[in-house]
């Protein structure tokens, strides 16, 4: 009995180590499909929330900027500000020598009080005239032109006031002052330099309200509107996120090769691959509710991700 006992205990200590391998090697496939299925689940998962959450990195910060131009020409007296600098709605930017708008109205005051002499002259004469139209003493005929000549100068003295009125104009547009708080940029002039109407000197920007223009893939619009939720992060400041909502998504880009639009009519969005057929990006832009003023600047990165279905 004792000596049988002994071939079977060898025998199942031979084959126990084969199924110990076995039963790993299941083991390893189990935990290998598992992994693939996870990843594989995982995968569609991130692809559905990127699909109904669209992001990109191809953003920039915006703002307003208006070029600051005078009303009146001349030569710059004085430059109250300097370039980048912080500016008050109302602050006098810089002043234009004002002497000769002085002098056309002193002229033109000086013009008024001529026609007013001359009104009193011609209402004198009038009056003079008109009892001794019925004693015959003079003709209607010599009425009639001082009547005329009097009401001729009354119009030229309305005229008069309005040139007073327009001089006065002129010369408060020697200062020029800001149109709203920001930043000047671009000031590359200095006092003495000779402005002309119309032409800007430098920009001031409006540091008011920040906003993001996003290009989108035209795939990705369909799943935004305007006053949708909105997450902007800054490339400077990647761990502060910002909230914001879309103001509007653009209805033309210009198409490539196209030149029968004016120029600057409609945006230019650049595709990524000029040789391989890519889909086509709208620009999006995103009103920041919470910008912080010392990180938001004119042209910074930033990466936008749409975060939810319009607002109600």
Known sequence: MHQAATPLSEHSLATSPKIDTDRRRFARKIVSLI????????TLYVWGIIERHPRTDDATVR???VGIAPRVSGQILQINVQDNQEVKKGDVLFEIDPEDYKLALEKGKADLAALDRQIEQAHSTLQRLEPLLSRSFTTAENVDEARTKETTLRAQR?????????????LSYCKVIAPFSGRVID????????VTTGVPVFSL????????????????IRHMAPGSEAIVYLSSAPNQRFRG???GIGWAVKPEGETDLPFGAVPIVKRELNW????????????????DPDLFRMGASAVAIIKGPRRK
């Open 35 to 42: 992994v693939v299925i996870g990843a594989v689940l995982i």
């Open 63 to 65: 703002a307003n900027v």
């Open 158 to 170: 309305e005229g008069a006031v309005a040139t007073i009125n327009l001089e006065e104009l002129h």
């Open 187 to 194: 000031l590359n002039i200095s006092a003495g330099a000779h």
């Open 205 to 220: 920007l409006d540091t008011s309200k920040w906003y993001v223009m996003a290009n989108f893939r035209e795939a990705e």
């Open 245 to 247: 909502k879309v103001q």
């Open 276 to 291: 391989v057929r890519v889909a086509q990006r709208f620009p999006v832009r995103i009103e920041v509710e919470n910008p």
